[in-house]
């Protein structure tokens, strides 16, 4: 038994099914899940003393590698003063200072301790200042585990919304509505439909979470006009392409302008952080000026908010790291593209700048409902292959695969190689 095993057979016992958040658990790829020990760069090393390849990044916040000096030298120095004291500090006015101040759309900004309770702030701040409440949200974008967010399942545009979880009251979801990723008609009908009570159209401007889909040549513009015609709010859920795409993330990228931006991951560098900021109009709503409750006893960490302030500043002063990234990963994903097809393999490639996945199918993906045609036993098979091959990807068809600063060419070069001899054993043609 390796050491692994024995961890995780200890942990399922004290934890629900052995992890503490779902997709770590290995299940869709019917594999035991590493324990990972430490990381450094673009590698992990496991209980057993294995080392990987790690193209997970802590799912983004690692976008310059694992355990990089300079901000774990701010934690280290952070910590030395204390680690929360529940009172206003200098950093949390540095943050934000610094985020309104590189990113054009965000007059004001609040901290919170996720990326789901970044999310679930936005929306009651944009119900509370339109003073509505129905939001539209996509099938297949996932924007934390909030009661109204948990609506996603089936395919076609659903009028009122059907919770995808146990414990989640149809009284909580009654006012999500979804509609269809890169499909603006299933957005206007239900604008339509809802005769005016939409407070919010909340979605990733790249979905990130039913595997990499791209929006497509002037969606999210269509939705930023469809907002405006109908008065209600454009929320981007940033959490993963929030300093990611571009220091502005996705709206930076493709020049569309948001009312509200949620961001997680990236913006903690590791540490639990997640904020929501945006208009100020919007934001002066948010307690204790305005009406919209929102609070958290941990909010805005001196040691989280130094990681995340730290690794800010470094991406900031060095757009260098963005022009580097993003065109390594248009090389690297365009060479996994071409591996596979000249291979026959029946694969989608869907990528941009360090972002991408494989879709095992022969359908174009660009929405929930063709991303589901995947072979999800083709997936669990290649996972197995790169794994032992000491590549760790994301454990599911429906994820994405996370490029960082530190990846080197030679790393990549092995990754290629691996994905072309599991092309040739498993898809070429007679
Ligand atoms: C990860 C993620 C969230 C949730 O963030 P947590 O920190 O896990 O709560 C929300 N939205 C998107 C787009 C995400 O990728």
Redesign the pocket.
């Known amino acids: 038994m390796t050491k692994s095993e024995a961890l995780y057979a200890r942990a399922v016992k004290r934890i629900p099914g052995g992890v503490n958040?779902p997709v770590r658990a290995f299940g869709s790829v019917g594999e035991v899940p590493r324990f990972i020990e430490r990381a450094a760069g673009s590698r992990i090393y496991d209980a057993d003393g294995r080392e990987y390849i790690d193209f997970i990044g802590s799912?983004?916040p690692m976008i310059l590698g694992h355990n990089h000096p300079a901000i774990r030298e701010s934690v280290k120095k952070a910590c030395e003063k204390g680690l929360s004291f529940g009172c206003a500090t200098e950093i949390e006015v540095e943050m934000a200072e610094f985020i309104c101040e590189n990113i054009p759309h965000v007059d004001m900004i609040r901290m919170v301790?996720?990326?789901?309770?970044?999310?679930m702030s936005a929306i009651r701040a944009a119900r509370g200042f339109t003073g509505k409440n129905k939001i539209i949200k996509f099938a297949g974008?996932?924007?934390?585990?909030s009661d109204s967010m948990l609506v996603s399942a089936g395919s076609g545009v659903m009028t009122s919304g059907v919770p995808d979880s146990a414990g989640v009251p149809a009284g909580c979801t009654s006012d999500t509505m979804t509609a269809v990723y890169n499909d603006l008609e299933s957005v206007r009908a239900l604008m339509e439909a809802a005769s005016g009570e939409v407070a919010a159209v909340i979605v990733?401007p790249v979905a990130?979470?039913m595997g990499v889909v791209l929006p497509e040549e002037g969606f999210l513009q269509g939705l930023r006009d469809l907002c405006d015609t109908h008065q209600a709010l454009l929320i981007f859920?940033?959490?993963?392409?929030g300093f990611r795409l571009s220091f502005a993330g996705a709206a930076g990228y493709f020049h569309v302008t948001p009312d509200l931006v949620?961001y997680?991951?990236i913006i903690g560098a590791g540490m639990?952080v997640?904020a929501y900021g945006g208009r100020e109009d919007i934001m002066k709503m948010v307690a204790p000026v305005g009406k919209v409750y929102q609070a958290g006893t941990l909010s805005g960490n001196p040691v989280a908010m130094a990681a995340g302030l730290t690794q800010l500043k470094i991406l900031r002063e060095n757009p260098s790291i963005y022009e580097r990234l993003n065109a390594t990963g248009e090389i690297f994903y365009r060479n996994i593209e071409k591996i596979l097809a000249d291979a026959g393999a029946p694969c989608q490639v869907n990528h941009i700048g360090s972002l991408a996945s494989i879709f095992f199918t022969r359908e174009r993906v660009r929405d929930y409902t063709s991303a589901k045609t995947s072979d999800t036993k083709a997936f669990a098979d290649y996972f197995k292959y790169m794994l032992n091959h000491g590549i760790h990807l994301a454990p599911s068809q429906f994820e994405a695969m996370f490029l960082s600063a530190a990846h080197t060419k030679d790393e990549l070069d092995k990754v290629l190689e691996l994905v072309g001899s599991y092309a040739v054993n498993n898809f070429s043609r007679e």
């Open positions: 958040s799912w983004g301790n996720s990326g789901t309770e970044a999310v974008c996932y924007h934390g585990h990733e990130a979470n859920d940033e959490v993963i392409t949620t997680g991951k639990p997640g």
